[in-house]
Structure formats: structure tokens, C-alpha cells
């Protein structure tokens, strides 16, 4: 399987959640599942099933975190100098040369993407077009909204 990369954060807040799943939400769903079981007739149960599909559900995303730690490539940016160089974990603050309107981005892995948060995933448009360009350079990068000229005008390896 391939490497996925991630942040300290990403990684901590996967695990976070994995422990969540495991020692918090496993049980209540093996309880919830018991509870139902008491009631009769499984085939009719519908308490019983909403907690077998939830417990599918529970478990599933368990294989999945596990999955993506294992195969983790945790990408600590503080450690590294900084050159200037757009990398994954970098803050990336660009210019819209159309609108003058600045945009700061931190660019993450897939599970932490929050483009609320300003948070854009390593596969994104904007993301791969910013990957190895330096600061103070122009790119053109294909948006939603058709293609735009933007000027790193700073990255930071916080």
C-alpha cells in the first residue's frame, strides 16, 4: 500500500478518534446490541439491527484509521529549514493577481482537509498547483471558476 502522508496533527488526531472508536463507541454498540437481543424476535428488531449496521459502520472506519497509521508518513515541516520551497505541510499564503484578494492556506493530508479551517488537502487543485514552486513566484492554477494567476507571497514551515 502506498505512504499517506500526514501531518503530526493529522496523525495525532486520527489516533485520537481510533481510541474514541475503540474504547468509547466499541462498547456502548456491543451493550446497545445486547440490550436489543433482549427484546425477541431478532428478525424484527429494529433496535437490533440499527446497532448491528452501526457497529458495521464503527468498525469499518476502526480498519480504516488503523490502515491509514500503519501506512503513515508523518510530515513534521517545524523540523525541516525553510527554503521557500511550497512542500506538503507548508503555510502558503497567495495572491489572486485577478482580485488582489490574499488567501493562507496550510496544505494537509486527505483526512484533515477543512477548507473552513483553511486547511486544503495535498490533492487539490490549488494544492498540487503550488507543490514545488518558491515563494514570490506567479502560477497558474485551474479552479472551479476556469484558470487564475496567483504570487506566493509567503510560506511558512509552522
Given at each position: 500500500m502506498n505512504k499517506v502522508p500526514?501531518?503530526?496533527v493529522g496523525a495525532d488526531q486520527l489516533r485520537k478518534e481510533l481510541d474514541f472508536l475503540k474504547f468509547d463507541k466499541r462498547p456502548k454498540i456491543t451493550e446497545a446490541i445486547g440490550t436489543a437481543r433482549e427484546l425477541g424476535d431478532l428478525k424484527e428488531n429494529a433496535e437490533y439491527h440499527a446497532a448491528r449496521e452501526e457497529q458495521g459502520i464503527c468498525e469499518a472506519r476502526i480498519r480504516d484509521i488503523e490502515g491509514?497509521?500503519?501506512?503513515?508518513?508523518?510530515?513534521?515541516?517545524?523540523?525541516?529549514?525553510?527554503?521557500?520551497?511550497?512542500?506538503?505541510?507548508?503555510?502558503?499564503?497567495?495572491?489572486?493577481?485577478?482580485?488582489?484578494?490574499?488567501?493562507?492556506?496550510?496544505?494537509?493530508?486527505?483526512?484533515?482537509?477543512?477548507?473552513?479551517?483553511?486547511?486544503?488537502?495535498?490533492?487539490?487543485?490549488?494544492?498540487?498547483?503550488?507543490?514545488?514552486?518558491?515563494?514570490?513566484?506567479?502560477?497558474m492554477?485551474?479552479?472551479?471558476?476556469?484558470?487564475?494567476?496567483?504570487?506566493?507571497s509567503a510560506v511558512e514551515y509552522i
Open positions: 500526514m501531518t503530526v491509514k497509521l500503519s501506512n503513515a508518513q508523518i510530515i513534521d515541516v517545524t523540523k525541516m529549514e525553510n527554503t521557500g520551497k511550497v512542500i506538503f505541510g507548508t503555510t502558503v499564503t497567495i495572491l489572486n493577481l485577478d482580485t488582489d484578494e490574499e488567501s493562507t492556506y496550510r496544505i494537509v493530508g486527505e483526512d484533515e482537509a477543512n477548507i473552513k479551517a483553511n486547511l486544503i488537502s495535498v490533492t487539490s487543485p490549488i494544492a498540487r498547483g503550488l507543490i514545488g514552486k518558491m515563494e514570490g513566484d506567479e502560477v492554477i485551474s479552479t472551479p471558476g476556469g484558470e487564475t494567476d496567483f504570487e506566493i
